[in-house]
Structure formats: structure tokens, C-alpha cells
């Protein structure tokens, strides 16, 4: 059974500060991870995919996947309160018929 | 280009009726995926339909749950005899294929009294 795990956080940050959020995978033959952003009462919004070992950037996202390690993060960088949201990891299983997803973490940017 | 549409955005029905949610994919999309997201829980998948076929029904409770995805129309969830434990949100996502991402409707948020 394919696991996805995330601290629940809150992690807190201050505005302007660089935002790390972690997330852990149970299988090995995974091969790309997605992030979605979800802000409490909405539907989650797609941010980042990744595919390949290494760093992706978009702006001010990058994700990072590291397979041998198992594990993928998203970075923020020049955190914003509108940032403050729960971040969900997701990964596919192997025919793509489902997406299992992390618990979420929180994020809380301050001013 | 219109993003995946879901109505309901609220429902609300009493012990014993019938909920049907509804789901419009992405246009060129057409890979649907339920999902439900229980108050103060992660997601879970439900089921994952192309036209006419259910492919994986795996997440679906195994009584009073069906899904459908007709050749014209949108996708349908139905729950027969709703009980108050099916209070949840319900997200459809669909996709262009298999394995890409996807992209999520704004969720029907049910409420069984």
C-alpha cells in the first residue's frame, strides 16, 4: 500500500522568509509528485509537478525529489501571508488510477 | 477555458434520501476521478471513470455508493440512503490521461441531517 507522509505542521513563517515543506513516500517505484496548495473551505489547487530527481522551479516554487532518499519538498521562497494554506504531496500509483495523498501540512505566513 | 465544473456546491439532504453529485471534466479531459474529503481529514479516491467505463473503484464504499460517467453528460456520484457519516466534501479531478495531473472541480459539500 503506497503511503504518503507529511508533518501536519503548523509550520510557521515569518513574510519574506523561505518556506520548506517535506513530504516522505513508502514506494519506491514512484515516479512523480505532485503539490497542491488547498486553502480552508476550497477545492485543491495544482502548483507543482515533478518527475525526475533533481530541482523544478516556477517562480517562486521549486520542488526538489530525491528517490534514493525517498523523499520530495517544496520550497517557498519570499513566503506571502496569502501563502498561508495547508500544501498537499500526492503520488500516482503505477497505472495512474489514483492519486493517494499526504495528511497536508499547514502553513501560517505572519507579516 | 472553462476548469472542471461540480454542482452542487452544497447539498444538503436528511437520513435515508438520495444525493447526486454531478461533475463537468476539463474540456479535453477525459480522465474523471472522485475523491472525498472527510471534515478534518486527508483525501481519499473513490473511484476513477473514462466514458462508459469505471476503471478502478477501489475507494468506493462497497453499499449505497455508484458511480457513473455516460457517453454524453456529465459524470455522476450517487448515494442512496444517505446516512450522517457521508458529510463530506466531494472532489472531482479529471485529467487528460492516466498518470498526468490533475486538475480539481471547486468540490461538492454535502450535509445529511
Known amino acids: 500500500q503506497k503511503e504518503v507522509e507529511q508533518n501536519s505542521g503548523p509550520l510557521s513563517v515569518p513574510e519574506g522568509a523561505i518556506a520548506s515543506l517535506n513530504c516522505t513516500y513508502s514506494?519506491?517505484?514512484?515516479?512523480?509528485f505532485f503539490w497542491y496548495r488547498q486553502y480552508s473551505g476550497k477545492s485543491p489547487e495544482l502548483i507543482m509537478f515533478?518527475?525526475?530527481?533533481g530541482d523544478k522551479e516556477d517562480g517562486r516554487f521549486t520542488a526538489q525529489l530525491n528517490k534514493a532518499s525517498q523523499y520530495v519538498s517544496l520550497l517557498i521562497r519570499d513566503s506571502q501571508p496569502s501563502d498561508s494554506a495547508t500544501y498537499l504531496c500526492a503520488a500516482p500509483n503505477n497505472a495512474g488510477n489514483m492519486l493517494t495523498f499526504g495528511g497536508g501540512t499547514r502553513l501560517m505566513v505572519k507579516p | 477555458n472553462a476548469g472542471v465544473m461540480q454542482n452542487p456546491r452544497h447539498l444538503v439532504r436528511r437520513r435515508g434520501q438520495e444525493a447526486r453529485l454531478r461533475c463537468s471534466p476539463m474540456?479535453?479531459?477525459?480522465?474523471v476521478y472522485w475523491y472525498r474529503q472527510l471534515p478534518e481529514e486527508g483525501l481519499k479516491f473513490m473511484v476513477y471513470l473514462q466514458k462508459e467505463n469505471i476503471i478502478d473503484e477501489s475507494g468506493m464504499p462497497k453499499e449505497r455508493f455508484s458511480a457513473e460517467f455516460p457517453k454524453e453528460g456529465p459524470s455522476i456520484l450517487r448515494i442512496q440512503q444517505v446516512v450522517r457519516g457521508d458529510s463530506a466534501a466531494y472532489f472531482c479531478a479529471s485529467s487528460p490521461a492516466a498518470t498526468y495531473e490533475q486538475y480539481f472541480g471547486p468540490g461538492t459539500r454535502l450535509t445529511v441531517t
Open positions: 515533478i518527475y525526475s530527481n
Open positions: 474540456k479535453g479531459h477525459s480522465h
Open positions: 514506494d519506491r517505484g514512484s515516479q512523480s
